[in-house]
């Protein structure tokens, strides 16, 4: 039987090619989203995979929805906390809102899902966990206190919880991309990709959304079962830890 994997954020973007290549993989996919419902119906019809609907932010709703994946596709053994959203302002412009919205999605909601999926790794002896941070949890961006504070503090989860999913048979491990060819970066005025973006990636071009669905399959199969509490950088070399 195929084993389930959950994605959040999973029906655009990164988050809709790691749940496709792991559908290619043999995984049984579920994809959530929060909002854009003509994206995930579109989604659905053109991959198969099967959309549920709920904030992250949420917790009795992350666990309502866990529920109803299970009961309709099945026990989830791969949880990828893709889920993101950004809230961009200088820090003394920042709002208060701002601030808690982005560490409601990218931080609270990545302890929302992992808690609401851990009890049925634990009691089966297998998962994992996955969770898509960012090159700037790692070094900072300005303009982003709040995005790079989630995201960092999604590492700081990952490695904690990676020492207690051990000897449970789950392991707990991080990606952090840097530029991404998605749809809202490529967006951004080719002026400033091309001048000032670009130059700062030694391989000089964006990453794929598929490159960063490729370290997901690789850390979500039985072959990575000795990599816990890691982070792996896709960012083509433009920052180093």
């Known amino acids: 039987m195929a084993r389930v994997a959950l994605v959040t954020g999973g029906t655009r973007g990164i988050g809709a090619a790691i749940a496709t290549g792991l559908k290619e993989a043999g995984y049984a996919v579920a994809a959530n989203y929060a909002g854009n419902d003509d994206k995930a119906r579109a989604f659905t019809d053109e991959t198969g995979i099967k959309a ?13 929805g866990i529920v109803q994946v299970e009961d309709e596709i099945g026990p989830v053994d791969v949880l990828i906390n893709n889920a993101g959203i950004t809230r961009d302002a200088m820090f003394h412009k920042m709002t208060p809102e701002q601030w808690h919205e982005v560490i409601g999605t990218n931080l609270t909601g990545v302890f929302n899902m992992t808690h609401c999926a851990w009890p049925g790794m634990r ?22 206190a709040n995005y790079s504070a989630a995201k960092a503090g999604d590492l700081g989860f990952t490695k904690a919880l990676a020492q207690e999913g051990a000897r449970a048979g789950i392991t707990v491990n991080a990606i952090c991309p840097g530029y991404i060819g998605t749809e809202m970066v490529r967006a951004i005025d080719e002026k400033v990709l091309n001048d000032r973006i670009l130059p700062q990636i030694p391989v000089g071009r964006l990453g794929e959304p598929e490159e960063v669905a490729r370290c997901v399959k690789f850390l979500a199969s039985d072959d990575a079962g000795f990599i816990t509490g890691a982070t792996i950088t896709a960012n083509g070399g433009q920052f180093f830890v």
């Not at 549920?52 to 309502?64: G, I, L, M, Q, R």
């Open 52 to 64: 549920f609907k709920w904030s992250v932010a949420d917790y009795e709703a992350c666990k309502a």
């Open 123 to 144: 009691s089966r002896k297998f998962g994992r966990v996955i969770t898509i941070s960012s090159i700037n949890g790692q070094k900072g961006q300005a303009g982003q």
